[in-house]
């Protein structure tokens, strides 16, 4: 059936110019419209999302890599990349899930076993594989409640009416370089839709890893939560080890509805590269929520991961009495560097935000806190609370602030606060005096820094950010 | 008698400056051993070497602990075979719960011991019941460690600690400092709790207000880095009435 909704693409619309081969599990690297063509033929789509993306696409041609990040790298090649992989097959259940992708879970410490398991927490996974949705659970029981819950893929497939309705709503798909290229060339992602007035009753999870070789990842993520609804959403990534930069250029927007609440949570542990840098990832991520009236968007994230790091949940608080919040804690140690914050856009009467950030430096890891609030024209009695807060580990890192500030009119009521502090040797020696070693002494003052971001996470899921921080930081430490 | 610690001819400084200059020391086993001196005699930096503290280099001499040499041994190592030191002005740590920091100590010394490790219901019930002998409040289990703690609430929270790792081997940093006479007296009687005949005490100050709490067996007196007298508890009177000058003369 698919096959034939395929061929009849394939005949119908794209065989000018088409030269890549669909039965192709790769594609080779490069990219230009023939590319985007093949993608959007293999996610089997309807043609309206094929003219995005090339939409996007020559869009994307005439912007320019943005580089005001206080980030260095060596320049991108965007057409040594390749722009689709999939896995070798494609598994209808557990069991057929390639070992090694099961294995490498396990060595994250967050095998889907063991998530089955934990006590009375049902967490549904949309495991994203090398750009190919390979198994989504529980599906039918959030059927019940009228969730959706797929890929994209399926999403503009099955739903289209929804997704043109609300894709490049919130990121518009030239809102910047990188969003420009996700929106052109993306492979795959999740989609969510809660209706009128539902919780969701479960902790929606997607796990996203990259396996193959010199492949770029470019997921996007969409999640509508409709008037009065619920839900908390867990993004969590890792690659393993690899010696070639890879470009990961995600995309996701939240849109949440009157009165509607989105918690969305995210683990991100790419492989970092070496002590120099050398193979880490590259993080390009665009993250916009958009809150009507009575609305609220609650960003938390621990990014542990990547060599370069770029990313700014952000909110925009449009309707009155909407919420947005920013929780972060950022690690960066041998030769990561990160720049990341968020921006709290206040456009609605009495709508406030917080913004708490936490980021940590070891080794010769740079991390900078770029935030900006913007308190718009109509928006009386807007709010904001920041905190940054700097921790320094060893005299090699280094730890920037950047907050800006812009106020149409002088009615909004904004307080930031932002401390650097080095953990002392006293305060380690009082711990160690007490017959706490070394690293976990280091280990126990980082995660009491860390805890008002760890605080606001999922309980399962903060216990992995406890376990990932102190992987990340061994080592780091004398 | 049983000797707990033996330091033989200690030179210890901090950077290049020597401060304790051939320190001699032994403290007995079950014994209450006070040592007083004036202001920069090196009362802390003895307090410091014995604990390994990262400010303080042995350059000469050595400290045995239980017949081992811990000259070089790490800080933690030094806990672990229970020495425990009462800090003059203990560190804030801020998010660090103290309940969570102290089972933590508590059970790593456990282990240490080849004891079973307490569950959360037993450390927190025990842990509880001292809070309400040292006449803390409640919600200083949950606070951050020594966080806003008053100076008062730091030592009891000191004694807290000390009273929940059952250490060998105790040395009080000048614990009466900045207490008033409540906050004295529920210090002492902590301390004199653990009195079992076993554990030895080390309690350094310079004053001999804490010594009408807790009695002690030895006054040594510690002066330019040296211990200059050592005698019995009849020494606190005379050091009263005469001063550290006289005893200084007569070494």
């Given at each position: 059936m698919a096959d034939k909704e395929l061929d009849r693409a394939v005949a119908g619309e794209y065989n000018l110019g088409f030269e890549i081969d669909i039965e192709e599990d790769r594609v080779p690297p490069g990219l230009n419209e023939d590319v985007i063509r093949f993608i959007s033929k293999k996610k089997e789509e309807p043609e309206w999302m094929t003219e995005l993306r090339l939409k996007a696409y020559r869009k994307w041609t005439q912007m320019e890599e943005p580089h005001w990040g206080h980030l260095h790298y060596d320049p991108i090649d965007y057409q040594a990349i390749s722009y689709y992989a999939a896995p070798k097959k494609g598994p209808e259940s557990l069991d057929?899930?390639?070992p090694k992708i099961l294995e490498a879970y396990e060595k994250l410490g967050i095998p889907l076993e063991e998530q089955k398991q934990l006590a009375?927490?049902?967490?549904a996974v949309d495991a994203v594989v090398d750009s190919v949705s390979v198994k989504t659970t529980y599906r039918k029981e959030l059927e019940k409640h009228g969730i959706i819950f797929c890929s994209i893929s399926e999403a503009i497939r099955d739903y289209p009416e929804l997704v043109q309705k609300y894709m490049f709503s919130v990121v518009p798909m030239n809102d910047n370089f990188f969003a420009a290229l996700n929106s052109a060339v993306f492979t795959d992602g999740t989609f969510v839709y809660i209706p009128k007035g539902v919780r969701c009753p479960m902790e929606l999870s997607t796990y996203f890893r990259i396996n193959a070789m010199n492949t770029g990842q470019f997921e996007r993520t969409l999640i509508v939560a409709d008037e009065g609804s619920y839900v908390s959403y867990n993004e969590g990534?890792?690659?393993p080890m690899r010696d070639e930069n890879q470009l990961h250029a995600a995309v996701v927007e939240l849109i949440a509805l009157e009165g509607a609440e989105i918690k969305y949570s995210t683990i991100q542990n790419w492989y970092p590269g070496d002590e120099e840098g050398k193979g880490g990832i590259y993080n390009f991520v665009t993250k916009r929520g958009l809150c009507e009236k009575d609305a609220k968007i609650s960003w938390t994230q621990v990014e542990t991961g990547s060599a370069i790091t770029w990313k700014y949940p952000s909110c925009i608080l449009k309707g009155d009495n909407s919420v947005g919040e920013f929780y972060s804690v950022a690690v960066t140690t041998l030769a990561q560097q990160a720049d990341t914050g968020t921006k709290m856009i206040h456009l609605g009467k009495n709508t406030s935000s917080t913004i708490i950030s936490?980021?940590?430096s070891a080794m010769k890891g740079q991390n900078t806190y770029r935030g900006l609030v913007k308190i718009g024209s109509k928006a009386e009695g807007a709010r904001n609370y920041s905190e940054c807060d700097s921790l320094l580990i060893g005299d090699q890192c280094g730890a920037?602030?950047?907050?800006?500030?812009?106020?149409?009119?002088?009615h909004g009521q904004v307080e930031h606060e932002a401390t650097?502090?080095?953990i002392s040797d006293e305060q380690l020696f009082y711990?160690?005096?007490?017959?706490?070693?070394?690293?976990?002494?280091?280990?126990?003052?980082?995660h009491g820094f860390c805890k008002e971001v760890f605080n606001q996470l999922p309980m399962e899921y903060a216990v992995e950010a406890r376990a990932l921080l102190n992987l990340t930081l061994e080592g780091s430490v004398g | 008698m049983s000797v707990m610690m033996d330091i033989q001819n200690l030179h210890a400084g901090i950077g290049e400056k020597e401060i304790l200059k051939g320190l001699n020391l032994q403290i007995e086993e079950?014994?209450?051993?006070?040592i007083m001196g004036p202001n920069g005699a090196g009362k802390s930096t003895l307090s410091k070497a014995i604990t390994g503290h990262y400010e303080v280099k042995v350059t000469d001499g050595k400290i045995l602990y239980k017949g081992q040499d811990i000259t070089d041994w790490e800080p933690e190592e030094r806990a672990l075979e229970g020495i425990f030191l009462s800090f003059q002005n203990p560190v804030e740590i801020p998010g660090v719960n103290n309940a969570y920091f102290l089972r933590t100590a508590v059970n790593a010394r456990r282990k240490h011991l080849g004891l079973p490790e307490l569950n959360a219901a037993e450390f927190l019930r025990k842990m509880k019941e001292l809070v309400k002998e040292l006449g803390m409040k409640p919600e200083m289990i949950n606070r951050s460690l020594n966080v806003g703690f008053s100076g008062g609430e730091k030592k009891r929270n000191e004694i807290l600690q000390m009273m929940m790792l059952e250490p060998d081997m105790i040395i009080l940093d000048e614990i009466d400092s900045g207490l008033d006479i409540d906050a004295l007296r529920a210090v002492s009687e902590g301390i004199n709790k653990l009195k079992d005949g076993k554990r030895s005490f080390l309690v350094i100050t310079h004053y001999s207000r804490i010594l009408d709490y807790i009695q002690p067996d030895y006054i040594h007196v510690l002066m330019d880095g040296r211990i200059v007298k050592t005698a019995g508890p009849e020494l606190v009177a005379e050091l009263e009435e005469k001063g550290y000058g006289a005893i200084g003369a007569e070494g």
């Open positions: 057929e899930v390639d009375g927490v049902k967490v990534c890792s690659a936490k980021g940590i920037h602030t950047f907050p800006y500030l812009e106020s149409k009119d002088a650097t502090t080095k711990l160690r005096q007490r017959g706490i070693g070394e690293e976990d002494a280091v280990s126990m003052i980082v | 079950g014994k209450v051993h006070a």
